[in-house]
């Protein structure tokens, strides 16, 4: 999947977080409350698909039932596709992201690490702000270029959290088409498939330990089911996404 593509599609709305607010006293930013949501009402509110120029054929997702709440499903076959919802948050403020997901399989012959087999059977991804006060000169004139056309900044970095197939848990490497995405593995192989697994990770020092340097606010996050490369069939589920300030 073109990670490049998510770059220049993401785009930012205003900040969500009131700047008086303390860290301690903040309650859970819910970002993604797809259970409070209906199996008929088709996308989650807020969120909209994320498509790549070259894939004609895009992953399906839907609200569905599962058991007594509401989730999203992904469809992948031969398919690559993503929904995105665009904010703003302090990771100062909100370093922690929380969520649930569950996969029905791994894809056998996926290896993120190169470009032609770069699938996963999912994929939550959190991108960053670019900030021209803190951008050298070239910086701000490409990313100056990318605002006149596309109509906003691209973000200025990634971080792609993956159920992957092979890699052991812990894992950290560079997107393929990006080395400003990093891919951490936090799921892998088929111990875990069919159930669900709730997932906690520090995006601040996940950052900080990716890039050297501490993350610029977060801009946009999606979730991706995709097998456009490989051409292979996967199915995953995912539920909310909340951003907390402490574990």
């Known amino acids: 999947m073109d990670v490049e593509g998510i770059l220049i599609l993401s785009a930012a709305l205003p900040c969500l977080v009131p700047s008086h607010v303390q860290a301690e006293s903040l309650p859970p930013l819910e970002v993604a409350t797809f259970s409070m949501a209906s199996e008929s009402e088709g996308l989650p509110q807020d969120w909209r698909p994320l498509t790549f120029e070259g894939v004609d054929r895009h992953t399906e997702y839907k609200l569905t039932r599962d058991g007594d709440t509401v989730v999203v499903m992904a469809r992948a076959q031969a398919s690559g596709s993503g929904l995105t919802r665009s904010l703003r ?143 292979e069939t996967a199915t995953a589920y995912y539920g909310d996404i909340v951003f907390t300030s402490s574990p």
């Open 89 to 231: 948050i302090d990771l100062n403020r909100y370093p922690i992201i929380r969520w649930r997901w569950r996969v029905a399989n791994v894809l056998r012959r996926a290896d993120v690490a190169h470009r032609q087999s770069d699938d996963a059977s999912a994929r939550l991804l959190i991108f960053f702000a670019f900030e021209p006060s803190a951008a050298g000169l070239l910086d701000r004139a490409r990313y100056e270029a990318a605002r006149l056309l596309y109509g906003a900044y691209p973000p200025h970095s990634g971080i792609a959290y993956l159920w992957d197939n092979t890699l052991a848990p812990g894992a950290v490497l560079a997107n393929p088409y990006s080395e400003q995405v990093k891919m951490i593995v936090v799921e892998s192989g088929d111990a875990n498939l069919n159930r669900w697994v709730e997932e906690t990770r520090n995006v601040y020092a996940d950052y900080l330990a990716a890039f050297g340097t501490e993350p610029p606010p977060v801009s946009s996050i999606a979730i991706m089911t995709d097998t456009d490369v490989t051409r």
